[in-house]
């Protein structure tokens, strides 16, 4: 429907490190993680009840903040 889900967990790994960090979306929808290395990510989001979202290649340079929009379905 559009809607943010709300306590889904979302993981950022760096990918030539593989460091991972992880957090929970707010009950709208957002989140953030703070104090990210440079480099590129590989963002997954999950929550019981919906499909687990993957998305590779999200680059983050020095001092950015990037950006991705999660999109959770049902099953």
Known sequence: SGAGVGQAQVEATHT??????ATTSS????????R???GSYRI??????FRRFEQEGLELAVNQAAS???ALTVG
Request: no cysteine; glycine share 12%.
């Open 16 to 21: 030539a490190s593989g460091s991972r960090t």
């Open 27 to 34: 009950s709208e929808g957002a989140f953030t993680f703070p």
């Open 36 to 38: 990210l290395i440079p």
């Open 44 to 49: 997954t989001a999950e929550k019981t009840g």
């Open 68 to 70: 991705t929009t999660i």
